[in-house]
């Protein structure tokens, strides 16, 4: 069975939660990995009534730039009770601009806590990159 281009899966883990991600592009790789964070927690949107949101985050480091978005996102469903499933991301330099659109958190299956640096490398394939991301539950 040929790969997706982008796409991401589960990952067996002995404590925590982790996902294998792949796009393209990088921007692609934080959305992919948006969704299947998302898809991993089980998150239900209710997007009768959009909301939308913009970030801005800094880092030299890919792999800190990813954490921080991820993070954010996170942030955005404990303090406000937001998810998204729309994201237009562009990446300059080591800053990432995010426009997400989605709506409020119907239910979540799975809590994740936080986003982690364990084994955190973004590499180069053949046919674009990959990126493991475990998450702390």
Do not use: C
Request: proline share 2%.
């Amino acid at each position: 069975m040929e790969e997706q281009i982008s796409g991401y899966r589960e990952l067996d883990h002995t404590a925590d939660w982790e996902i294998e991600v792949w796009a393209p592009d990088l921007a692609g790789l934080f959305e992919e990995a948006a969704r299947g964070m998302y898809a991993l927690s089980g998150a239900r949107l209710d997007t009768r009534n959009p909301e939308s949101r913009t970030i801005v985050v800094s880092a030299m480091e890919p792999e800190v730039l990813l954490v921080m978005f991820l993070e954010e996102l996170l942030y955005f469903g404990e303090m406000e009770n937001l998810g998204f499933d729309k994201f237009e991301l562009r990446l300059e330099g080591g800053e990432l601009s995010a426009k997400l659109e989605g709506g409020s958190l119907v239910s979540l299956e799975k809590e994740i806590k936080a986003v982690t640096y364990h084994n955190l490398h973004i590499r180069e394939t053949g046919r674009g990159i990959k990126v493991k991301i475990v998450f702390d539950v």
